[in-house]
């Protein structure tokens, strides 16, 4: 855990600092104590889900919401020449243009406060920040291996990567070093419910609330990721293989997959 530890105390930096273009150092927000209370209070969505399906469209933000409350200035000289009133179905496009702009702006906005949060407010498990200082929208993340699970002292490290209308659409996330469990697909790619598109479940197997919710943050994404190590959902896979072998041969084949996992990330840790 010396190198876990190492990792955590990496440049407290403040979020979305300006840096020279290109790929630059992370900018990171490190664990501090143990704050399993907190966490637990905070209610993590559930930690694994059957199926990852494509992208889809989401429902807006509602009352309250982060993106709801988020104030951008206008600019007076955006204004259209005039032209005759649009239909019931379709706004002016400078209208329609602005408002992509805006939703972007707010999204922008709302990852640097959270950004910033971990930073004043560091989560236990976790380390969280940018890939490139210039980009808000790609964060690199390393995760501690839960105690007393399988995974225990590993250091694995994952991407997030978030749509321009986050918060209204979750993120992609990617386990860049290598890991064996049933909710992770071979290529790396996490599937479990809260990072899934929001609103119904097409198969009928996920409830909406469930499922992504634009209150999800950053943290809580975190915290249901590392519930999903320390208790896989063997019965709706990712990983069929890995599914199998937990299911059968838990702390057999299954146990030397991850424990070879866990050696090879703290020697890749900071590569």
């Given at each position: 855990?010396?190198?876990?530890?190492?990792?955590?105390?990496?440049?407290?930096?403040?979020?979305?600092?300006?840096?020279?273009?290109?790929?630059?150092?992370?900018?990171?927000?490190?664990?501090a104590r143990?704050?399993g209370?907190?966490?637990?209070?905070?209610?993590?969505?559930p930690?694994a889900?059957?199926?990852?399906?494509?992208?889809?469209?989401?429902p807006?933000?509602?009352?309250?919401?982060?993106?709801a409350?988020?104030?951008?200035?206008?600019?007076?000289?955006?204004?259209?020449?005039?032209?005759?009133?649009?239909?019931?179905?379709?706004?002016?496009?400078?209208?329609?243009?602005?408002?992509?702009?805006?939703?972007?702006?707010?999204?922008?906005?709302l990852?640097?406060?959270?950004?910033?949060?971990?930073?004043?407010n560091?989560?236990?498990?976790?380390?969280?920040?940018?890939?490139d200082?210039?980009?808000?929208y790609?964060?690199?993340?390393?995760?501690?291996g839960?105690?007393?699970?399988?995974?225990?002292?590993g250091?694995?490290?994952?991407?997030?990567?978030?749509?321009?209308?986050?918060?209204?659409?979750?993120?992609?996330?990617?386990?860049?070093t290598?890991?064996?469990?049933?909710?992770?697909?071979?290529?790396?790619?996490?599937?479990?419910?809260?990072?899934h598109?929001?609103?119904?479940?097409?198969?009928?197997?996920?409830?909406?609330?469930?499922?992504?919710?634009?209150?999800?943050?950053?943290?809580?994404?975190?915290?249901?990721?590392?519930?999903?190590?320390?208790d896989?959902?063997?019965?709706?896979?990712?990983?069929?293989?890995?599914?199998?072998?937990?299911?059968?041969?838990?702390?057999?084949?299954?146990?030397?997959?991850?424990?070879?996992?866990?050696?090879k990330?703290?020697?890749?840790?900071?590569?």
């Open positions: 855990m010396a190198a876990a530890g190492a990792a955590a105390r990496r440049g407290r930096d403040s979020a979305g600092g300006g840096g020279a273009g290109g790929r630059a150092e992370a900018r990171w927000a490190a664990p143990l704050r209370a907190a966490l637990r209070a905070r209610g993590a969505a930690a889900s059957p199926a990852c399906p494509g992208p889809g469209p989401g807006g933000p509602g009352p309250g919401s982060p993106v409350e988020a104030r951008v200035p206008q600019h007076s000289r955006l204004r259209a020449p005039p032209q005759p009133a649009p239909g019931p179905s379709e706004a002016p496009a400078p209208a329609r243009a602005l408002g992509g702009r805006m939703t972007e702006l707010q999204s922008a906005l990852l640097r406060r959270q950004l910033a949060e971990l930073n004043k560091p989560v236990e498990g976790f380390s969280a920040g940018l890939i200082d210039n980009d808000l790609r964060w690199e993340v390393l995760i501690i839960p105690p007393d699970t399988l995974y225990e002292g250091v694995f490290k994952a991407h997030l990567t978030f749509p321009k209308d986050y918060p209204l659409r979750p993120p992609k996330m990617k386990f860049i290598e890991i064996w469990h049933p909710n992770v697909d071979k290529n790396g790619d996490v599937c479990i419910s809260i990072l598109e929001p609103g119904e479940d097409k198969y009928g197997y996920e409830k909406p609330e469930e499922r992504w919710l634009p209150i999800h943050t950053v943290e809580t994404i975190m915290i249901s990721v590392i519930s999903m190590l320390a896989p959902n063997g019965d709706s896979p990712a990983n069929v293989d890995a599914a199998k072998e937990w299911r059968e041969d838990r702390n057999g084949e299954f146990k030397r997959k991850v424990a070879r996992c866990v050696r990330s703290q020697e890749t840790a900071f590569e």
